[in-house]
């Protein structure tokens, strides 16, 4: 149903409950995809302009935002000390190369193949 426009025959044809129910539906879709991208611009803004983030997430209403030192470790331990060591454990790891096969050659010995004796 992705991609159809209002006067698509299956939209057209179809019940009002049904046609109510996936509005609404893609309605909160979006505002969920909203909600979050304000959020990630709201982190990102607070880098250059930390006070403006603040009024914009509504905390400079006197609350504060607080963690404790065990909280913030364990927080960057997850997310950025742990997620930079696999990375550099994928670098270290050499990548298979191939290995060309040694050809062993069987020759039977023989006369001709034998070396030259020197008698002295």
């Known amino acids: 149903m992705y991609g159809c426009e209002p006067t698509d025959p299956r939209i057209?044809?179809?019940?009002?409950v049904t046609r109510t129910w996936m509005y609404f539906s893609w309605l909160e879709s979006q505002s969920e995809e909203n909600l979050k991208l304000r959020k990630v611009g709201c982190?990102?803004?607070?880098?250059?302009?930390?006070?403006?983030?603040?009024?914009?997430?509504?905390?400079?209403?006197?609350?504060?935002?607080?963690?404790t030192e065990d909280e913030f470790e364990a927080a960057f331990e997850k997310y950025v000390r742990k997620?930079?060591?696999?990375?550099?454990?994928?670098?270290?790891?050499?990548?298979?190369?191939?290995?060309?096969?040694?050809?062993?050659?069987?020759?039977k010995k023989t006369k001709e193949t034998e070396p030259p004796t020197t008698t002295a």
Do not use: C, Y
């Not at 057209?12 to 009002?16: F, G, I, K, T, V």
């Open 43 to 67: 982190l990102i803004g607070s880098f250059w302009n930390p006070q403006a983030a603040k009024e914009i997430l509504g905390v400079d209403d006197g609350s504060k935002i607080s963690t």
């Open 12 to 16: 057209a044809n179809m019940d009002d």
């Open 83 to 107: 997620p930079r060591e696999e990375a550099e454990a994928q670098k270290a790891i050499p990548k298979n190369r191939r290995k060309r096969r040694k050809q062993i050659s069987l020759k």
